[in-house]
């Protein structure tokens, strides 16, 4: 007589279990994520309740009940006002320029930190290259000004001892422009390693000895085994990035700033803050909400793109 296929002995069990039993048994991992999700519920979800200050004519002393509904008329005054084409340009323009130079660069680096075989050097190497992430954007600016100013700075010093003219770095428009990206680049090259180093662990071995196999050097092995196996990763990394198109760092931006090079320091957020001490907080409002919808825009549709192209996405 054929016996009934069961159900292995230890699932019985777990099918019986609810909710309250895993409560009991992992309390101390729940009470762990309870300050963490009250401060996402307050900061991050009862914080939707202020965008209702786009859409009035917000005044402190009257507050939210008190104040008037103007719907979309505050919206009509933030895209006619003169700085917005501006700073919507600007934003625009440092963020490709992030992108198109800043994106590539942690990709780059994981692949050349990933063929380092002397353990010391390579732990050394990207201990040195994490540092510049925890730095502040003050101490960068501050330190910035000392190494590019013009006359004293250090930079300026090396050029001029060497025969050559000083350079403005800061202090002029262009070179403005040139010294932000490359400290962007500095900033925040190492940290992003992270991500695709643990994406390149998870390779498998047995590709790169076929690849030895057929002959494929190391670059070969790069180009046809390491990116293709981390390119889910790098999709998902420039969706995300995408999506900051319409935002971009105002600490960065306003470290960097001087009264010599104006003319790409009025971004976004930069303009948002200051409307909002301006005390224009219906303005300062309706721009961020503004430039929330177009970032969240921006992610769906390069997630929609991406599933077209057979990448997973993000969603």
Known sequence: MPFAKSKPAEALPLQKKGALFYFKRD??????????????????????TGLSVSFLDYKVARGYAGSEFVGLE???????????????????????LDL??????????????????VKWFKRTTQTLLYLPHFLSWVVIGATAYQ?????????????????????????????????????????????????Y??????VNAELYEAAKVDGANRWQQ???????????????????????????SFERVLALSNAKATEFTTTIPVLVYRWFQ??????????????????????????????????????
């Open 222 to 248: 790069c180009l046809h085994v390491t990116l293709p196996c981390i390119r889910s990763t790098i999709v998902v990394m420039l969706i995300m990035q995408l999506g900051k198109l319409m935002g971009g």
């Open 74 to 96: 505050i919206f009509e005054k933030v895209f006619n006002h003169r700085d917005f084409g501006k700073a919507v340009f600007n934003t625009l323009l440092l963020n490709i």
């Open 147 to 195: 190494m590019f100013t013009t006359g004293t700075g250090i930079i300026n010093v090396l050029i001029t001892n060497a025969g050559g003219s000083d350079i403005p770095f800061l202090q002029e428009d262009g070179w403005w422009l040139f010294t932000y990206v490359v400290i962007g680049i500095w900033q925040t090259m190492g940290w992003g390693t992270i991500i």
């Open 197 to 202: 180093l643990a994406a390149i662990t998870n």
């Open 278 to 315: 301006s005390n224009k907080f219906s303005e300062s409002t309706a721009l961020g909400l503004f430039q929330s919808v177009i970032g969240l825009i921006l992610v769906l549709v390069s997630d929609r793109v991406a599933k077209k192209l057979g990448e997973g996405g993000l969603l």
């Open 100 to 117: 198109i130079f800043s994106f590539p660069m942690p990709i780059i680096l994981a692949l050349m930190l990933n063929e380092i075989r």
């Open 27 to 48: 309390w101390q991992l729940y009470a762990l994520m309870l300050l963490p999700m009250v401060f996402i519920i307050v900061f991050k979800y009862l914080a939707y």
